[in-house]
């Protein structure tokens, strides 16, 4: 399949993470198109777009302050709300500034304005690869650096609940070591604190 918006798209992501300061997202969202690949070989280009653009809103200057997830946590319906179509409007905003067909946007904006809770089964497979790229490349950021920040039971929360909102057996079984390490690290740095 040749790809007409992704190379673009990607390195608008690339390049706002980077310009921002956050480079560490990064890998992330690559690894996240890496899962997306796996679990569906034949993904189409707007899930793809989606993949790599679906925290955008984490590298941009519109993101919310850490202040809303000390108080209510990382699975905050408003945050999540606010973290979906923030996301969805940046990336839909790019893809019109480089003509991109209306109903690629449109599709591309439905998979990221529900990549954190899901909804239908193309929602569901983008919220699944979210969750298998964080146990891949964000767990040691979030036990080691986050726990001193948000708290032991708020990163608990978070990591139980990337872990139990993936909704494919087959992802949650390719993920499954990697969490329980991810609790065990957790415990461990939270009991030298």
């Known amino acids: 399949m040749k790809l007409k918006y992704y190379p673009q798209v990607e390195k608008f992501v690339i390049d706002t993470f980077t310009k921002n300061g956050d480079e560490g997202g990064i890998p992330h969202l690559l690894k996240t198109v890496e899962f997306i690949k796996l679990l569906k070989t034949d993904a189409d280009e707007a899930m793809l777009i989606a993949a790599i653009a679906h925290d955008i809103e984490r590298g941009s200057k519109s993101?919310?302050?850490s202040e809303i997830i000390k108080k209510q946590g990382f699975k905050d319906e408003n945050h999540l709300k606010y973290h979906q179509e923030e996301g969805a409007r940046i990336t839909a905003k790019f893809l019109k500034n480089i003509n991109a067909d209306k109903d690629m946007v449109e599709r591309v904006v439905m998979l990221i304005s529900k990549h954190e809770v899901g909804g239908n089964t193309d929602q569901n497979l983008l919220k699944d690869a979210d969750s298998m790229s964080f146990f891949e490349t964000n767990v040691e950021h979030f036990v080691s650096k986050k726990v001193h920040e948000y708290g032991y039971e708020k990163v608990k929360e978070k990591l139980d609940w990337m872990f139990n909102r993936i909704t494919q057996d087959r992802a949650k079984e390719l993920v499954r070591e990697k969490y329980e390490e991810a609790i065990?690290?957790?415990?461990?740095?939270?009991?030298?604190?």
């Open 63 to 65: 993101k919310q302050p």
């Open 184 to 193: 065990h690290q957790l415990e461990m740095n939270s009991s030298k604190s």
